[in-house]
DNA sequence: CTGTTAGCGCATTCAG
DNA sequence: CTGAATGCGCTAACAG
């Protein structure tokens, strides 16, 4: 029982011990295209000009031997022996922090539906928001030599990690691949960027024009650009309108729905236990989050609190009351973000796609006090 | 002007005419092995065994050289010429209706987490339920030499369909890749097979024993195995219990929060009309539709009319008031899903791993009246 | 243990 | 337009 487990130092992805695995494809039951082009009676470069896609200089009569004889054998190209000897493959990666947070899942169905319709293949990978998987995955994805990247989700204050997330970036662009940001302008790569502080900014408005005047913040993880500029904004919005926002008012928590119920909590025992007050999450799976624990506490909303958040995840239609937000084209997001990542971008500079939020005021800070 | 579009007959997918799209890799400021040996000195295969993960039969000082030269040139090893030469790749394909659907989504997460602990790569596709696009995935698959593959989702009954993926995944099995379906056991492939027949019985005879007498199913889409399975499993634990469901009582519609919607919408004009009915929406995602739709036409959950749903989503802890359902291990199942492709299988016939559902009542079908 | 030499399956020059 | 030959980057026998 000695030697469990034999980690090897190889980096990441670590290279894995090859144990019984067969060495080879077991049988030749997999079709090559010199079974093909034999079956057809042509040469191997034919056959591979006709069912590459080549430019056509195909010879009519050939031409139909080959894709007979590839439809009978059942044919299937393979795919890596191609790529290698094109230098270039059909894959698209794609990062997010939680495929199951309808935020991302909504992102990364965007970036598929463009990425299919280019007939690429989506590699995809969940990080948990784990700096160190997303730089994994992203050197994975370069040993893919995948054409693209698609980067989904805020960046953070780590500066080491973004520091060695941008060389591992850097490497990969230089071989040619093209990254693409969903979140904020750090990386030095083209960026689809929500306007953050912009929408809260807006929304700290709107509600203060709804009648709120007192108003605890659910600020999410520390480090998060996006939680610091939905935070910062929504605090310049306030003043913009007289009012202060303390930081003790200002509750951290992780970015989930659970995050969000427990903050709630907290801010229950303080604050927010005089009521008449408004909440305002700084993204909507935190705010549901939020809102369950009100419920579970008895506390009416909005009667008695009010609440908020921000991206209008699809999730909220179906939540009650209904949620006051900033909206954010989020399908839409991941198909401009995968486009940027599948135009060839040429010499030109990273671009920033702003992509301005929507305030949505629903009835959860209706205010009835 | 004219082929404007031109299609190719190649099967799928579609090979691209490669336009612009630069032939070779732009500059070759990609590492590659030899130039690593270069650098340490050594032979390309020393080098390759040091970086391969080769069973050791490594060299004391000239892996230490191997490893710097590696790290110094920012060496990553090209996974397609390994896979070339291996004959074998570490991709996992996987295919789910839609994974925006918080049920695909968590089924995905869980098959995601075991094959990144396998340090395999994830290649996700996202159907919309079209049996044409997962044949072509399948096919892609099959073409990337995918190491396994995971489909997730009900099968159907379309027989055309299912004996071309049948005929695919042979295809692709033959090969030496592993299948594993999570749904139903029609494929002749491994399976993990939810119990739906048996949890939908479960959930009517609960439901009668809470008092209700009067219901109507809202059964999704007339052609999937899954609503079929449950439509029919609720019937018969009615019929345990001396209760009848006529046809007319069963609104087929899309599998979707918005085919519930509209579905509980059509009901209402019918049987629902005069209330104290208990509506079972044959999967959560509807349920959640026709809870929305209930709440729209002002009728009470549970006072007026109950709600019962199937298959426990995460979303449900958010969504008021709390949904009776029957739960699936959803994660669980995937990370089963997972290891099951992941295993060897070898000789051993297609397995079936039932999953039983637990019927959860709870506040959507307490019946007042 | 280490280096030499063949391939893997396909694309693509270069002649014919 | 077609075929023969070379190479892509890497692994895996095979010899030293």
Redesign the pocket.
Known sequence: MRTLARVTDDGVPA?RQ?QRRP???SD?A????????ARA???????????????????????DAVHQAATELG?????????????TSDTMGVVVHDIVDPYFATIAAGVMEVAYAGSMVVSLTSTSADTGRELAFVALMR?QHARALVLVGSRTDDARATDELRAELGAYTRAGGRVVCVGQDVLGVDTVRPQNVDGARDLARALVGQGHRDFVVLSGPAGLHVARDRVAGFRAGLADRGIELSDSDIIPGPFTRDGGYEAAGLALGGRLARRHVCLFAVNDVMAVGALACLRAAGVDVPGQIAVAGFDDIPTLQDITPPLSTVALPLHRMGEMAARLALRDGGEDHPRVVPIAGQVLLRQSTAVPW
């Open positions: 290279a090859r060495r080879r494809r030749d997999v079709v090559t295209l010199a079974d093909v082009a009676g042509v040469s191997l470069a034919t056959a591979s000009r006709v069912l590459g896609g080549s430019t056509r200089v195909v010879g009519g009569a050939l031409r044919y299937r190209a393979n795919l890596q022996a191609r790529a290698v000897a094109r230098g040993a």
